[in-house]
Every structure is written in structure tokens, then in C-alpha cells.
């Protein structure tokens, strides 16, 4: 195999997020839902002889050292693999949004390259790595919508109904150690339970991370006040910036949100499932 195309890196929204603690090493612990949407990244793969790792943007410029370059190298590393790639990405989910595109992006070149290199490793190898690259990369490796605790290495399937989502982002980003490093960040949320989040999926418990975000960014409560005036109930996902609300099936057109110009507004589905699940095999 020479060359992998067209492989896509998925967004997600947090239906919920709670931090529920914090360890002693500093990670806090949280609960979520995961939802995967079709609002993707799109990356291109050459398999290189010499050992190699390059780049291209094909979209926007990416930092000189992202998280795609990172998970290769990752990869090489870990496998002892002397192989090498070029890899073309054509970036359309925005940064600091909590839409979890650099994860996602990090988790599909794992994924591919460990199908291009013919590593075989598994699933359960494949999220060790990614778990060192950042706490959403695991879940993006599983394949399917997510119950997600701990740090973000423990992630369950979770079944969701088929939704529309309005997602707004402000373009204003949100580093996200700002966030979890702010004195009034919420850190003692309850434990959840799926059993308690499936009895209303779409309205369970909150962003724990929105009130800290609001004060960082106002752009975030202005973006949330847009999607109330469309009559929506929106939430913030991750660490923000970006916004969603679920659209109902009836709403037969949102393209009545009065925007600024240089935001941008996005009508998003839920995935059936991840698009690359199965290419990895079992847990261990």
C-alpha cells in the first residue's frame, strides 16, 4: 500500500461536561458525552521510504509542529516503524472551538498509518499513544459516539438518536489551559450515570467550563444569544469557543441567524458512526 486518500477526521460535540475532581498530578477529572458530527478534516497519506514525516496545508497554515506530525512521530516511535509519510491535510474545523479537530486529526493519522505502514498494532495500543498526544484522541480511535470519564482514557459506546445541530463559533478562540486553570472553574460536580443522561439526552446537566469561558470570551455569550433568537437552547462544547443547539427535524431552515460576518454559523448531523471505525482491531 503506497498511499491512503480522502481519509476524514471528524468534529464531536460535548452534550454535557462535568469536571468532577481533580488529580493530584493536575488533570482533572471529567464526565461527558461525546457526539460525532459530520463537520470533517480531510488528510491525504504517502507512504515515504525513507523514514520521513512531512507535511502539507492544503487548506489554512497549521503550526509548524501539529498534532498530525506529532502523532506520526508518536507512532514511528512507539512501533519502531522505519517508514515514513507525507500527509496533505485540508484543515475546515477551527481551532480552539472544542470541537476536538486537532485530536481528531491526530487519531485518523494514527489510524491510517498504522493501516499504511502495516504496523497491525490494536485499538488499545493505538489509544495509549493518543492519550499521551491529548485527552480527546482516544475517544476519536473507538469508533463511535462516547461516554467519556477519567482524563478521557475511559470511553464507553454510547447510542444517540439521529440530530441536527446548529454550531456557531465566534472567531474568537479559547485556549483550553486557561479554562482548567481558573481559580473559579467548578471542580465537585456530581458523579452522572448513562441511565440518568439517556432519559434526555439532548437536556442533561450542562458545561461546567461555560461560566469560566463567558468571562474569558464575551463572544461566547454573544453566539449563545444568537442561537436564542432563533428560539434554540444552546450550550457551549469543550473549552469553547464554539457553541451548538439541537435543531429540531421541523425547522425546515436556519439561515435566519444574523451572524457577524467573519463568524462562522454551521448546520452539523451526527455520524451513524465514526467513518474509519474498524480500522484498528480490538482492545488488546
Not at 169 to 180: C, D, N, R, S, V
Request: net charge negative; proline share 6%.
Amino acid at each position: 500500500m503506497r498511499a491512503l486518500h480522502d481519509v476524514p477526521a471528524p468534529a464531536k460535540l460535548n452534550l454535557f461536561l462535568h469536571v468532577t475532581g481533580r488529580r493530584a498530578d493536575g488533570y482533572h477529572l471529567l464526565q461527558s458525552a461525546f457526539a460525532l458530527i459530520d463537520w470533517c478534516d480531510t488528510l491525504h497519506f504517502e507512504r515515504r521510504a525513507d523514514g520521513a514525516l512531512t507535511r502539507e496545508d492544503l487548506g489554512c497554515a497549521l503550526p509548524p509542529d501539529d498534532l498530525v506530525l506529532r502523532a506520526a512521530r508518536a507512532l514511528q516511535q512507539a512501533s519502531g516503524c522505519r517508514d515514513g509519510a507525507h500527509i496533505g491535510i485540508h484543515k475546515r474545523i477551527p481551532a480552539q472551538a472544542g470541537l476536538g479537530g486537532g485530536s481528531s486529526d491526530a487519531a485518523s493519522t494514527l489510524l491510517a498509518l498504522n493501516r499504511l505502514w502495516s504496523l497491525n498494532l490494536t485499538l488499545g495500543q493505538l489509544a495509549r499513544i493518543g492519550l499521551q498526544l491529548g485527552a480527546d484522541v482516544p475517544f476519536f480511535l473507538h469508533g463511535s459516539h462516547g461516554w467519556v470519564e477519567g482524563i478521557g482514557e475511559q470511553v464507553r459506546p454510547l447510542a444517540l438518536p439521529a440530530t441536527r445541530f446548529l454550531v456557531v463559533k465566534p472567531p474568537q478562540g479559547l485556549e483550553t489551559a486557561a479554562i482548567f486553570g481558573a481559580p473559579g472553574l467548578k471542580r465537585d460536580a456530581e458523579p452522572a450515570t448513562i441511565a440518568g443522561f439517556a432519559a434526555n439526552p439532548h437536556g442533561f446537566g450542562r458545561n461546567d467550563l461555560q461560566p469560566v469561558a463567558e468571562r474569558l470570551c464575551p463572544q461566547v455569550a454573544q453566539a449563545l444569544d444568537l442561537l436564542a433568537q432563533q428560539g434554540l437552547v444552546g450550550r457551549m462544547t469543550g473549552s469553547g469557543s464554539a457553541v451548538f443547539a439541537q435543531v429540531p427535524e421541523t425547522a425546515a431552515d436556519v439561515a435566519g441567524v444574523q451572524a457577524p460576518q467573519d463568524w462562522q454559523v454551521r448546520l452539523c448531523s451526527s455520524l451513524e458512526a465514526h467513518p474509519l471505525g474498524g480500522w484498528a482491531e480490538g482492545s488488546d
